[in-house]
């Protein structure tokens, strides 16, 4: 944990939680997601997302490499970011937020094409964020669409 990269890819500690550590890492962007939503809306939102993109290829393809591994499983800024990209569709719900949490673990799980394509054969610290962005603007896009079926007149 001395390494910033490892204390960045692993969302400082949070991956190395024991089972689901994708799961754990979803988790902890929710309140972090909201908090940004609260303080500057959507835009602060969408910054930290692409800083989080480029800071989480960096540390995941630094960490792959010091631990001679391949997306491993406590490498969660991928998830933190995909999560993000869930919220930026949804207004401040506790409900809502549950529900974009459920969405995204499926899809992060299910890796229905193109995010399972991604995973397979995009390498570095790259690939590992390109899935779960895939499956984060996947999940969004579900979302809106359910948000715009739903809604009202």
Do not use: H, N
Not at 39 to 57: E, K, R, S
Not at 130 to 138: Q, R
């Amino acid at each position: 944990m001395r390494d910033p990269a490892v204390l960045l890819a692993t969302a400082g500690g949070i991956g190395y939680l024991p089972k689901a550590p994708g799961t754990w890492g979803s988790l902890a962007a929710l309140p972090a997601g909201w908090l940004l939503v609260e303080a500057g809306g959507a835009p602060a939102l969408l910054a930290a997302i692409a800083a989080g993109f480029a800071a989480g290829v960096w540390a995941c393809g630094r960490y792959e490499r010091l631990t001679g591994t391949r997306d491993a499983g406590a490498c969660v800024a991928d998830e933190v970011v995909g999560q993000w990209i869930v919220l930026l569709v949804l207004p401040l719900d506790p409900w809502l937020y549950a529900a974009g949490f459920a969405v995204f673990r499926v899809l992060d799980i299910a890796k229905p094409w193109p995010v399972g394509w991604i995973d397979r054969r995009v390498a570095g610290g790259v690939g590992v964020m390109l899935d779960d962005v895939a499956a984060g603007l996947m999940g969004a896009a579900l979302l809106w669409l359910a948000q715009a079926a739903l809604a009202p007149g």
